[in-house]
């Protein structure tokens, strides 16, 4: 066998072909972390406290393809104070905030999650109305009286249920919050064909580049003539 590879040519070829390979690996491992996920019970911990009326502060959030308001108010758990979503209204307005008007007591399993933040394309927030484009409890705690505020947890409490409101009557159903993979829109499977679309390219390029490296009379196999 004899071969002659274009320099230039061999070159971009094998940093494309590293390139595909690490999309390819970065989806697997995607894929993977998901299967594992989805197959583990979540880290519940319950937590028992007072609801302060005057918190409740309306999130916008998607959940797989939809989207959604939260109302979160913030639950007084004594030395510290966190933010805890209660109700889910899939829509792209938000509905009117529910309504507190007396400390509530409040106990709910649930687990723990590390505040969401805005991005460069997220809508500008609302203070004055209570109305916050990410659940950022460092953002929402910036509206409240300087004594909580500096007690509130910048993480998020995600309890096992919430009331979703936007139909006949309010029901309770389950949290999407506390298995997000569940509720995601790239699912294991779609992750794994992602990979192998990847690895395709990849090896697809090496196809190319060695055909047309036979094509031009740089590559040659035993026993085969020029022509």
Known sequence: MTFKPY???????????VILVMF???????????LAAAGEEPAWT???????????????TLTGADAAWRDAVLVDLGETAVFVPQTIHYSMDAPPPSALEAPQAFTARGIWHEASHRNAFSTPDDPAAGKFSAFDPAELAKTLPRDLAAKTDPRVFEPETLVRTDGASPEPVNNPFVRPELESRLTPERHFGYALTWWGLAIGLIGVYLALHHQRGRLRFRGTQNP
Do not use: H, M
């Open 7 to 17: 320099p230039l040519l061999t070159l971009f070829a094998a940093i494309s072909v």
């Open 46 to 60: 319950t937590v028992s406290g007072t609801r302060v009326p005057g918190t409740v502060r309306q999130v916008y």
């Open 24 to 34: 390819g690996n970065w989806q697997w491992a995607k894929y993977e972390a998901r």
